[in-house]
Structure formats: structure tokens, C-alpha cells
């Protein structure tokens, strides 16, 4: 059984920092790709970054040169660090797992940023 548990949310001030994580189990976590999407209210659900299984990154413009993802394969784990948060960075942030059959998706993690 596919699951992925994000933790690291929380309330932070416009210019702080916050580092999520999501720690992911049933799944061959080298061999998928990892992905952090959020959803603002009222909003579709966006993609913020994504890594491959062989590390290569992508991000959303509007992050770019912001949030890093990383990954730690002995960990199954995956982070966003996310600097110089912005009030429109407000959303629930959601942990994708993509194994090339079926996409698995965390429960979310809420990440306020204050003006």
C-alpha cells in the first residue's frame, strides 16, 4: 500500500522560509518520480516542482530561483525548501508520486504566509 505523509507546514511571515517534507513507503522510490503541487482556494491545483528518478528538476516560474526540491533515496523522502515566501504562496501543499502507471497523492500539508 501506496503511502505518502507530508509534513513541514505551518504559518510563516512574507520573506521567511519553510522546508516541507514527504516521506513516501510502498513504493520503489528510486525509480519514481516526486512531485510537490499545491492548491490556493478557489484555485486548480498547480505544479511547484518535480524531480526525476534521476534527479533532474523542474520547477513553476513563479518559484523558480525560490524553492528547491531535493531527495533522499535512503529515506524514501522528499523536500521543498522553499525560500522567500510571498502571501500568494498560501495554499495546501500536496506530495505527487508518479511510478509511470498511477499517480499517488498525500493528504496535504496547509503553508500560510502572512503579509
Known amino acids: 500500500q501506496v503511502e505518502l505523509v507530508e509534513s513541514g507546514g505551518g504559518l510563516v511571515q512574507a520573506g521567511g522560509s519553510l522546508t516541507l517534507s514527504c516521506a513516501a513507503s510502498g513504493i520503489i522510490f528510486s525509480a519514481t518520480v516526486m512531485g510537490w503541487y499545491r492548491q490556493a482556494p478557489g484555485k486548480q491545483r498547480e505544479l511547484v516542482a518535480r524531480?526525476?528518478?534521476?534527479?533532474?528538476?523542474n520547477y513553476a516560474d513563479s518559484v523558480k530561483g525560490r524553492f528547491t526540491i531535493s531527495r533522499d533515496v535512503a529515506k524514501s523522502t522528499v523536500y521543498l525548501l522553499m525560500n522567500s515566501l510571498k502571501p500568494e504562496d498560501t495554499a495546501v501543499y500536496y506530495c505527487?508520486?508518479?511510478?509511470?502507471?498511477?499517480?499517488?497523492w498525500g493528504k496535504g500539508t496547509l503553508v500560510t504566509v502572512s503579509s
Open positions: 505527487n508520486a508518479y511510478t509511470y502507471v498511477k499517480d499517488y
Open positions: 524531480i526525476s528518478s534521476g534527479g533532474i528538476t
